[in-house]
């Protein structure tokens, strides 16, 4: 008899991004062009200056261990940047350096929830959260958000979503997959909450510089003072400085939960990559011009894709306020049909699009929210053209039943 899965594993859903990313690269390896906006990383390398604090650190002899949560340069780093930017104090006791945001969350859920203790998600979310709640034992309780509401879970929404089980709330400010972000009147209604039936937040920054227009960004636990205690923020070097690859992210928690963190780190992984620590401390502490570049990048195409979301018969999105994706509606296609076959749902729509017109993009339903389909913009403005080009000829070949 072979080994035998455990029920934990058995019950996890694989990454859908990176499941429909696989199959893009599956077709070019047949030769063939693939458009693809399927994936969540800027397509932009990391930028030279922190590339050379990573070779240096090897040539320096740091390729060791490092202490579990973090080098102390690097979190006290991280500790700076947030008081600077967004006037957040945290001591750097209170930060914990992970393998990626992902592995951050992670031990987010393992050291603060229990079985059964609900986490409330407002969908459309990440496709990662629900599955790494459900691995510490605990329950996602997912809140559906309208697009008329820019995706936003209301005041109300989240008051009626509470029970005795509640513990958490999972934020992701800028959203993936949406774009939506929150503003400071939103934010302080959904703390107030928070505070008044004595819960706890999990805030995702991640893109927390990828903001766009007279948007402004607000770090959750600015908005009160209880709330850095009742806090536990995330973020990291991945998106903002290209650099999904050195798995660098990390959070801000009270202190004696980035304790236990750190402890369970230190039966997980001993610690970060020690020459991804350095060139995030570089990243960090360096110019920002990169930054700045990328995001004048970025706001070109974004404008580009809200443009032609609004050209295309049939298809609409909400405001791109942050984050590099396009959520589009597709439900005036649903229900019809495309070469002789109905096309009911969004995975099929996302898998005719890249079988047909070599578009990869992610299905709606892997977000929690079906009817709508994920595209990033984190490619060249040319690619966008051409696969925006192909998405509007492929809707136009759909007829009525
Ligand atoms: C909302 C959100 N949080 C966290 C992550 C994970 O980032 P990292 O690459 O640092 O693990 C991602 C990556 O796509 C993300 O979109």
């Given at each position: 008899m072979s080994i035998t899965i455990s029920r934990i594993v058995q019950g996890l859903e694989p990454s859908a991004t990176l499941a429909m990313s696989a199959k893009a690269k599956e077709l070019k390896s047949q030769g063939k062009t693939i458009y693809d906006l399927s994936v969540g990383e800027l397509d932009f390398v990391t930028p030279q200056h922190i590339c050379e604090a990573g070779t240096a650190a090897m040539k320096s002899g740091y390729t060791k261990y490092t202490i579990v949560s973090g080098i102390p340069e690097l979190k006290k780093a991280i500790a700076e940047k947030y008081k600077i930017d967004y006037g957040l104090e945290y001591d750097p006791s209170h930060v914990v350096v992970s393998n990626g945001a992902k592995h951050s969350l992670h031990n987010v859920f393992l050291t603060t929830l229990n079985p059964d203790d609900e986490v409330i998600v407002p969908a459309p979310y990440w496709v990662s959260y629900a599955e790494l709640i459900k691995l510490s034992g605990a329950v996602p309780v997912i809140i559906p958000t309208e697009e008329s509401q820019n995706f936003k879970m209301t005041a109300a929404q989240f008051e009626q979503a509470i029970t005795p089980k509640t513990k958490m709330l999972l934020l992701c400010n800028p959203s993936n997959p949406t774009g939506t972000m929150y503003n400071t009147n939103e934010l302080t209604e959904i703390a107030n909450i928070v505070l008044k039936n004595n819960l706890f937040v999990v805030s995702d920054e991640i893109y927390d510089k990828l903001v766009y227009g007279n948007n402004r960004f607000v770090s959750f636990p600015t908005l009160n003072p209880e709330l850095p205690e009742r806090t536990i923020v995330v973020n990291g070097v991945s998106k903002t400085y290209a650099m999904t690859g050195w798995r660098i992210g990390w959070t801000f928690s009270?202190?004696?939960?980035?304790?236990?963190?750190?402890?369970?780190?230190?039966?997980?992984?001993?610690?970060?990559?020690?020459?991804?620590?350095?060139?995030?401390?570089?990243?960090?502490?360096?110019?920002?011009?990169?930054?700045?570049?990328?995001?004048?990048?970025?706001?070109?195409?974004?404008?580009?894709?809200?443009?032609?979301?609004?050209?295309?018969?049939?298809?609409?999105?909400?405001?791109?306020?942050?984050?590099?994706?396009?959520?589009?509606?597709?439900?005036?296609?649903?229900?019809?049909?495309?070469?002789?076959?109905?096309?009911?749902?969004?995975?099929?729509?996302?898998?005719?699009?890249?079988?047909?017109?070599?578009?990869?993009?992610v299905m709606g339903s892997a977000f929690g929210c079906e009817g709508y389909v994920r595209a990033s913009f984190a490619v060249e403005l040319d690619i966008l053209k051409e696969a925006f080009d192909r998405i509007a000829e492929f809707v136009a070949e759909f007829v009525n039943v």
């Amino acid at each position: 008899m072979s080994i035998t899965i455990s029920r934990i594993v058995q019950g996890l859903e694989p990454s859908a991004t990176l499941a429909m990313s696989a199959k893009a690269k599956e077709l070019k390896s047949q030769g063939k062009t693939i458009y693809d906006l399927s994936v969540g990383e800027l397509d932009f390398v990391t930028p030279q200056h922190i590339c050379e604090a990573g070779t240096a650190a090897m040539k320096s002899g740091y390729t060791k261990y490092t202490i579990v949560s973090g080098i102390p340069e690097l979190k006290k780093a991280i500790a700076e940047k947030y008081k600077i930017d967004y006037g957040l104090e945290y001591d750097p006791s209170h930060v914990v350096v992970s393998n990626g945001a992902k592995h951050s969350l992670h031990n987010v859920f393992l050291t603060t929830l229990n079985p059964d203790d609900e986490v409330i998600v407002p969908a459309p979310y990440w496709v990662s959260y629900a599955e790494l709640i459900k691995l510490s034992g605990a329950v996602p309780v997912i809140i559906p958000t309208e697009e008329s509401q820019n995706f936003k879970m209301t005041a109300a929404q989240f008051e009626q979503a509470i029970t005795p089980k509640t513990k958490m709330l999972l934020l992701c400010n800028p959203s993936n997959p949406t774009g939506t972000m929150y503003n400071t009147n939103e934010l302080t209604e959904i703390a107030n909450i928070v505070l008044k039936n004595n819960l706890f937040v999990v805030s995702d920054e991640i893109y927390d510089k990828l903001v766009y227009g007279n948007n402004r960004f607000v770090s959750f636990p600015t908005l009160n003072p209880e709330l850095p205690e009742r806090t536990i923020v995330v973020n990291g070097v991945s998106k903002t400085y290209a650099m999904t690859g050195w798995r660098i992210g990390w959070t801000f928690s009270p202190e004696h939960i980035a304790k236990k963190m750190g402890e369970l780190q230190s039966q997980e992984t001993s610690s970060p990559s020690s020459i991804s620590q350095y060139a995030a401390l570089t990243a960090l502490t360096g110019p920002q011009d990169c930054v700045t570049e990328m995001l004048a990048a970025f706001t070109k195409r974004r404008n580009y894709v809200a443009k032609r979301i609004a050209e295309i018969d049939g298809l609409t999105c909400s405001e791109l306020s942050g984050a590099i994706y396009v959520f589009f509606n597709i439900k005036n296609y649903l229900g019809k049909i495309l070469g002789g076959v109905r096309i009911d749902n969004s995975e099929q729509f996302c898998l005719e699009l890249l079988t047909q017109k070599q578009v990869a993009t992610v299905m709606g339903s892997a977000f929690g929210c079906e009817g709508y389909v994920r595209a990033s913009f984190a490619v060249e403005l040319d690619i966008l053209k051409e696969a925006f080009d192909r998405i509007a000829e492929f809707v136009a070949e759909f007829v009525n039943v």
